[in-house]
């Protein structure tokens, strides 16, 4: 049950993109299409972003997106807006019924 | 409105216990598996154990398996983490969510854990 490896930080510009990557196994990212990413604010609970990989709750913005390739499952921000600067985490089914966080990370809207 | 709220969270002392409660309103509780997230101050989210939407399978974290239980009365719509044996690195935010295979949809607002002498 080893965390996910994230960056611990990305940055960009409003109007830009940007990219978080999620790097697990074969037994959690690379073994299932169950990643789901997660955006939280300071002293707020974790919000639902993207599940199965790359489907978005209703609600959420299409400038969110979710992809996989092998054991790295990626979050695409384009058009960056302020309200975006939050910690992003990325989770994976691990199998077991057990689920693996990613350690977050921090986006910066310059 | 679908909602998850939890309690019970509060101080306790190396190796004491305690019994979180989640209760779950707007959906058909029965009908979904539950997880509890926690987060330790600063850092980053953990899974800790989950349970069916039935009660009949429960999964555990290493970091907890033997101290904590998790169990759901549905007929109180009502979701429980006993916490046995506490320990400093116990101390987080703990968090009731809504679980699908894919993601977890629905969360609380946290309870806060710190286990402290």
């Known amino acids: 049950q080893s965390a996910l490896t994230q960056p611990r930080s990305v940055s960009g510009s409003p109007g830009q993109s940007v990219t978080i990557s999620c790097t697990g196994t074969s037994s959690d990212v690379g073994g299932y299409n169950y990643v789901s990413w997660y955006q939280q604010h300071p002293g707020k609970a974790p919000k639902l972003m993207i599940y199965?990989?790359?489907k978005r709750p209703s609600g959420v913005p299409d400038r969110f997106s979710g992809s996989k390739s092998g054991n790295t499952a990626s979050l695409t921000i384009s058009g960056l807006q302020a309200e975006d600067e939050a910690d992003y985490y990325c989770?994976?089914?691990?199998?077991?019924?057990?689920?693996?966080f990613g350690g977050g990370t921090k986006l910066t809207v310059l | 409105e679908v909602q998850l709220l939890e309690s019970g969270g509060g101080l306790v002392q190396p190796g004491g216990s305690l019994r979180l409660s989640c209760a779950a309103s707007?959906?058909?509780?029965?009908?979904?598996?539950m997880s509890w997230v926690r987060q330790a101050p600063g850092k980053g989210l953990e899974w800790v154990s989950g349970?069916?939407?039935?009660?009949?399978?429960?999964n555990y974290a290493d970091s907890v398996r033997g101290r904590f239980t998790i169990s759901r009365d549905n007929s109180k719509n009502t979701l429980f983490l006993q916490m046995n044996s506490l320990r400093a690195e116990d101390t987080a935010v703990y968090y009731c969510?809504?679980?699908?295979?894919?993601?977890?949809?629905?969360w609380g607002q946290g309870t806060t854990v710190t286990v402290s002498s």
């Open positions: 707007g959906f058909t509780f029965s009908n979904y598996a």
């Open positions: 349970i069916s939407g039935s009660g009949g399978s429960t």
């Open positions: 199965d990989v790359s």
């Open positions: 989770c994976s089914y691990a199998g077991r019924n057990t689920w693996v």
């Open positions: 969510a809504q679980t699908l295979w894919g993601g977890m949809d629905v």
